[in-house]
């Protein structure tokens, strides 16, 4: 346990120092400098990170040269966004990109109302006050909106299809979330149109994933993994735990299916990531947030694992098979 303490305060000392030194850089050239709020951590963002960096260079600007940023971690503890927030916002930073989540997006308007936002939420912009219209976001926030919590309902469905009744069906949600009511709602709704029942299993900590997948034996036959941000750090875990448990499980991400998860239906995170650099790009030069549009993707996508289906012991039905836009053998 002091281990595991020590290596969090280091990553955090790292984290920060890192921070500082390109806030320091950026200071010394005289160029703006980014504030990188993120609920979720520095090391398994390393691919969302670089997705932003994409897309902030993909008209010329030079990370380094043109512009400097300060990252924020939240290591998925909530209630650190609103003092990591604040550090920024006291940094005087030219622009934040609040990413992971409506989580960051929240905490960030809450102390500026001058400093341009620009949000990467998986839930609904509107429904939680980030901003009052997609296509005309007035104050400064805008942002990527990428209708994760929105499709919680399909997921539900296509696992419905792909595990037959009359299996128990959970869903894992963190309680800790802005989304977790909202979710809750929606998705045991959804199980009852279905004629399903289903249990809604929380977790915030790693072990209390592990209990939950423990709980799930001999009642539970199919698990919808809710969009949170926490369950996207804990990816590996929750892949493992359904391949010892044998529980045939659905994500928000093709990342969960390349590593070994049954399936997922959803946007593309990396894609979100892209284009919020691509808009922070936008402010940088001139541009406010009520002249950028909420953005909403245009594409999903479903993900089935074959080898996995395989191991559980399902037949994927041909209507799946021939509506997922990539299998995985």
């Given amino acids: 346990m002091l281990e595991l303490g020590r290596r969090h305060f280091l990553g955090l000392l790292a984290g920060t120092a890192a921070g500082i030194s390109s806030a320091f850089t950026a200071e010394q050239k005289g160029i703006p400098t980014i504030g990188f709020l993120s609920t979720r951590a520095r090391e398994e963002s390393r691919d969302l990170t670089a997705a932003f960096i994409r897309g902030l260079e993909v008209d010329g600007i030079v990370l380094g040269r043109d512009v400097g940023i300060e990252y924020r971690w939240a290591d998925f503890q909530y209630e650190r966004l609103p003092s990591l927030a604040s550090d ?19 905490a960030a308007k809450a102390v500026t109302s001058v400093i341009p ?9 509107i429904a939680f006050s980030l901003v009052s219209s997609l296509n005309r976001p007035n104050g ?41 009511e909202r979710e809750k709602i929606d998705v045991l709704a959804s199980a009852r149109s279905l004629g399903r029942q289903l249990r809604v299993f929380t977790a915030t900590i790693a072990v209390e994933i592990e209990t939950a997948f423990s709980s799930f034996r001999g009642r539970i036959g199919a698990l919808l993994v809710s969009g949170d941000p926490y369950f996207d750090g804990e990816r590996d875990r929750l892949v493992s735990l359904a391949a010892r448990f044998s529980v ?62 395989a191991a559980l012991g399902l037949a994927v039905p041909p209507t799946l098979l021939a509506s997922a836009d990539e299998l995985i053998d």
């Fill in 88 to 106: 920024l916002v006291a940094r005087q930073v030219s622009v934040i990109a609040a990413v992971g989540g409506a989580h960051s997006g929240l």
């Fill in 140 to 180: 400064n926030v805008t942002g990527i909106s990428m209708i994760t919590m929105a499709l919680a309902p399909k997921r539900l469905q296509l696992l419905h299809e792909l595990v037959p009744a009359p299996a128990g069906m959970a869903m894992l949600a963190n309680p800790s979330s802005p989304y977790f």
């Fill in 248 to 309: 045939p499980a659905v994500y928000q991400w093709r990342e969960f299916a390349t590593i070994g998860g049954l399936m997922s239906y959803g946007t593309s995170i990396l894609d979100a990531y892209r284009q919020a650099g691509i808009y922070v790009d936008k402010i940088l030069n001139g541009h406010t947030p009520s002249d950028l549009p909420v953005l909403q993707p245009t594409r999903l996508e479903m993900v089935i694992n074959l080898k996995t289906a």
């Fill in 117 to 125: 936002i620009v949000f990467v939420s998986a839930g609904d912009p």
